[in-house]
């Protein structure tokens, strides 16, 4: 198949998952594009807009079998562009910020709407949203043994019996980053040394350092801005963090999870059905417990140890990146056999 993968987040969950999917879907010998947007799909919408973004994205897709938007404004501009249910399909990474009926009627527009969760799923569906399905992103779990944490905590210039909180999320309003920092000063009360880790970059960012700055130990929350091997941070990491208040679901926490590193998410939406509480994952409940229960973590190793390894064997089992590009291949061809009837 030729396919056309439509985003535009160079940041984040759907950049992530976007990306490993075209990987794979080309492993398995598809010709994919993967189309990185930014630049030419406003988020503005509008008759001016969505002319301008139509006429290039008809180009784009005319040698294309099939487009698949990541995101809600990616679908919208295919919605734009083609015609009623024509070969295109869209992913629902996040909860939507709107379930307004003229984002929906642009979403039924589509041959088919992947969920990232069954959170997503419910909220679509409840706005009338039709033709869905779930299908979790998936990861290439590494093969070898995580990487020993003295080694990866070296690479950040920290000592081995630090501390690591580690963080790695696009810096928006709901993404949690402010709960965890506020909670590093009650941390810190008991574990003077633990060092917060943050990766990632986005609108907030100038605000969520201004926040840092006002903490009693501010050196010890380090704004890492977008790294290359965000593997490095997970394994200098003795807990990361996913602690955004409207996810649909976490990238983040899935490659730590790959790695063997323990995850800690709020227990809401999409993050709570990553794993299983203290047997695969831990959760928590509000701001106000964050910042003992990250205490209470640090304080107990071996369990840290046990359940990281659980973590890995749940993404190996549960989130195969392979078992996710079947999924989505074999609705790509259903959607091409309907149209050819």
């Known amino acids: ?96 910020k709107t379930t307004h009926r003229q984002l929906i009627s642009r979403l039924n527009d589509s041959q088919a709407g992947i969920c990232s969760s069954r959170a997503v799923f419910r909220v679509l569906d409840e706005a009338i949203a039709i033709d869905l399905t779930t299908i979790r992103p998936g990861i290439a779990v590494p093969i070898e043994s995580p990487a020993d944490k003295t080694t990866s905590k070296k690479a950040f210039d920290i000592e081995a019996d630090t501390p690591v909180i580690g963080v790695a999320t696009r810096h928006i309003l709901d993404c949690g980053l402010s709960s965890v920092i506020a909670a590093m000063e009650e941390v810190w009360a008991t574990k003077p040394d633990t060092t917060l880790l943050i990766a990632g970059d986005g609108p907030e960012r100038e605000n969520f350092e201004r926040e840092a700055k006002i903490t009693t130990r501010n050196q010890q929350i380090r704004f890492l801005g977008v790294i290359d091997d965000p593997a490095t941070l997970y394994r200098a990491s003795d807990v990361v963090i996913a602690a955004s208040l409207k996810a649909g679901f976490s990238m983040s926490a899935l490659e730590a999870m ?75 061809r259903t959607i091409l056999r309907v149209n050819s009837e």
């Not at 404004?73 to 295109?88: D, G, L, N, T």
């Not at 794993?275 to 205490?295: A, H, K, Q």
């Open 1 to 96: 198949m030729k396919l056309l993968l439509l985003k535009r987040q160079t940041l984040g969950g759907i950049h992530s998952h976007a990306t490993s999917l075209a990987e794979e879907l080309r492993r398995q010998g598809h010709e994919v594009h993967l189309e990185e947007a930014t630049d030419w799909i406003p988020n503005e919408t509008g008759r001016k807009p969505d002319k301008a973004v139509s006429e290039r994205l008809k180009a784009l897709a005319e040698p294309y079998d099939l487009v698949h938007a990541f995101g809600y404004r990616a679908a919208w501009a295919c919605s734009a562009a083609f015609a009623h249910k024509e070969a295109w399909l869209y992913t629902a990474y996040d909860l939507p």
């Open 258 to 332: 790959s790695l063997g590193v323990p995850v800690l998410a709020r227990n809401r939406q999409g993050l709570i059905e990553l794993f299983d509480r203290e047997i695969s994952g831990f959760y928590f409940e509000s701001d106000d417990e964050l910042s003992r229960t990250i205490v209470d973590l640090l304080e107990m190793p071996l369990t840290l140890e046990s359940v990281g390894r659980a973590g890995r064997i749940r993404a190996m089992d549960r989130y195969s990146l392979e078992q996710c590009a079947n999924q989505v291949v074999e609705l790509y």
